[in-house]
């Protein structure tokens, strides 16, 4: 980390010719979103330019929808960073993989190795180097392990760097959106604060920094039962069919957001189940590719886009929560908070103050709500490091670990998580194909080919595999499965039973509780 941290401080110096690109997949493209306008704020602020680029895959669309087709692509990984990157002299290219896996990111790894008079390559991941991905890239000699193989090799002389404290598999419960995101958030914010500060990088300073996020994940879990009881909420809501809306102020409800747009992929919801807002839309964001609203309604995304097109149709059976810090305009706050207020009694709020705060407004939005989750945050820790900014990055990561503890507890509420598996999730991608045959296989007990099998009669809603089905490409396939609702859980049923593909589908609508239905059919198979 100390190292790396040097690294981003020579690109300080040489602001004309270098710069810094973040890049992922997923929940890791949009964290590497996230920080790198974080990152480029922060430096303003301290007068120096703003050198953090970011890439995601599937480009900025997929900063708010699931786009996981794209990851599969060395190739166009490659480019995207060739392009942000094109004519600066000195690049250092931080790809995040939580599983050490996205195809998307080794190509763009592997281009750095191979332009490294240019590009120093930096992977953040969370597993052993030796389970970095073995599955062959169609088309392509690359595999995610071969390129964390020579990356190894050049780490020794630190022409390449490997930050990857293992923290176990992603594939219970979305661990990537969940840990390893919030890993991803410490380490390189740890990195970068390090960097821009004027003081020498030093070990303690580094250490110290990492023991105050210990801190903040022990003060955040210190409202558990706040928490729970927002979970609840949330869940009785998508138990009865209805929408949660996350409606939050600057960076606090860019996460609103980021959480939001992950469930759809992770537990095989609707777009509209969970949904974030934030104050000023995309003006607040400064993406690349600037306002998206007319790209669909998943691209709506400010507070007004909230009150014209869910507003008026909110219940008491929907959940609102509300985001926000005691620095944020609380008088807006106040005024969304009444709107809501006159359609549902069913509005809770998570808001962040120091200690010693002025709260007389904050009490007339507690009153609006059904339950406040205050984080009063003790003033020595605001006192750490750079202030401000430290400051906000602890709040930040006190409210991803809540709303990754809403979504995901709703959606185990609305029985979307079944032996701690991620039952319903999509399989849009290879990564999410393969891991949804092993969870066939586990659960059914039958073997590879009868798991692939059953896993493509439910995507083609079909009995008996045509020669055309069978031989089409794993793409094809992905692609089609996005129209099918369950796929695994069909095929899983489909597997116990023996059943067709009607009556498996005709079960299921009978037991719309994914996790009941499965174990029904354990009990009886
Ligand atoms: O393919 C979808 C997904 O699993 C997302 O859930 C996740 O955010 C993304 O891949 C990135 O995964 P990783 O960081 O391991 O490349």
Known sequence: LMEVAERVRLILKDPQDSLVVLSGCGTSGRLAFFMASGFNRELQRLNYAPVCSYVIAGGDRALFSSQEAPEDDPTLGALCLKKVSEG????????????????????????????????TPVLVGFNPAHQARKEPIPGCTLTFHSVVTRM??????QKAFLINPALGPEAISGS?????????????????????????????????????????????????????????????SLQCGRQV?????????????????????TFGADHEDIRGFVSGGYKELGNNEGDLTLMGPEFSISHDDFLDGVLPRLTDADTVLLLYSHSDDVDEVAKLARRVREKTSNIHAAYHQTDGDAAAKQDDINKLCSSTVIFTWPQEASKLKSGNAHRLMQREFSTKLLLNAVSTGAHIFKGKVFKNYMIDLQVTNSKLYRRAARLLQKLSGHSESECEEALLKAIYQVDKLSEDIATCSLEMNQCLSV?????????????????????VESRLEQQPIVREAMETCLKSS
């Open 176 to 236: 990537s959106r969940m840990k390893g995101g919030s890993a991803t958030k410490i380490l390189l914010e740890v990195v970068f604060s390090a960097s821009f500060s004027r003081t020498p990088v030093t070990f303690n300073g580094i250490l110290q920094h990492m023991r105050s996020y210990e801190k903040a994940l022990d003060f955040t879990y210190s409202h558990s039962e706040e928490i729970a009881a927002l979970m609840e909420a949330a869940g009785r």
């Open 483 to 503: 129209s099918v609702v369950q796929v695994v859980p069909l095929a899983l049923v489909c597997l116990l039973t023996g059943c067709s593909m009607k009556e």
């Open 152 to 157: 190894e090799e050049l780490a020794k002389t």
């Open 88 to 119: 600066k002299k000195r690049v250092l290219f931080v790809g995040v993989s939580c599983g050490l896996s996205a195809p998307f990111v080794a190509g763009q790894l592997d281009f750095c190795l191979r332009h490294p008079d240019v590009y």
């Open 245 to 265: 809306c996350y409606l939050g102020w600057g960076s606090l409800g860019l996460l609103g957001l980021i959480d939001a747009s992950e469930c759809k992929p």
